[in-house]
């Protein structure tokens, strides 16, 4: 067996049944971004990571353009691969498409409630948030780690329940963005934020439409006055 073939046999029998090694690639480095383990302007070097997770460095070389894409790294010549700052200007843009597509998303959640879909898995994920807001155990473990990932997990339901595929994939790199900048923003009024994510889950699970789309214009809005000026403290553009 030559070098190239021992080295596909190897990748193939780690990824799991029906997940690709690239994709596999892809979380590992966007959550070590997200979560701060990788800092901007640190090198991702292919060989280490190669090593590291016992595959060749082809679904490596396969992961980095969607990043890159995403906006979590950028190729630099003769440095490589190296993690993306993320600037003030980046965080006003991200604010700017939050007001569009999670006004869209509250909206259409609501619709499809009003025409009888269920509302509980929805339910069911800001419960959980809660209990971690409120101290409580959780899958996630406690503290603002378990919350920023409870939080993220209400906001994917919301979009589960929209029943709208193309806006889903459209926020996939959004809702990347929108954790990484939960993790640099970590002092946020969580018990607000919660109160605010239960009136949001209500109009929804009513099937209130205009409510749902005006309370999730509300909840982006009131994030993007608190966290601008620590971004601007944090961040030089």
């Known amino acids: 067996m030559s070098q190239n073939e021992e080295s596909t046999a190897r990748d193939a029998s780690l990824a799991p049944s029906g997940e690709a090694l690239d994709l596999r690639v892809y979380e590992l480095v966007r959550e070590r971004i997200i979560d701060g383990t990788l800092q901007p302007g640190a090198r991702i070097r292919e060989r280490e990571l190669a090593e590291e997770l016992q595959i060749s460095r082809i679904p490596i070389r396969e992961a980095f353009p969607r990043l890159e894409s995403e906006g979590f790294i950028k190729t630099l010549h003769r440095r490589g691969a190296v993690v993306a700052q993320m600037t003030v200007r980046d965080v006003e843009e991200l604010f700017a498409v939050r007001l569009s597509l999670e006004v869209l998303a509250a ?20 419960d959980a948030a809660g209990a971690a807001v409120h101290g409580g155990a959780t899958a996630h473990g406690g503290g603002h780690a378990a919350i920023a990932a409870l939080t993220s997990s ?4 919301i979009l589960v329940l929209s029943s709208n595929q193309l806006l889903q994939n459209l926020m996939i790199p959004v ?41 999730a214009f509300a909840h982006v809005e009131r994030s993007r006055f608190e966290t601008m000026p620590v971004i601007e403290s944090l961040l030089a553009r």
Do not use: K, M, W, Y
């Open 175 to 215: 809702e990347g963005r929108i954790r990484r900048l939960f993790h640099l923003v970590a002092d946020r009024d969580e018990e607000q934020l919660h109160r605010e994510h239960r009136d949001l889950c209500l109009a929804i699970g009513n099937g209130q439409t205009e409510l749902a789309g005006s309370l």
């Open 107 to 126: 909206r259409l959640a609501a619709e499809e409630c009003a025409r009888g879909a269920s509302p509980d898995r929805l339910i069911a994920s800001l």
């Open 154 to 157: 209400f906001h994917d339901e």
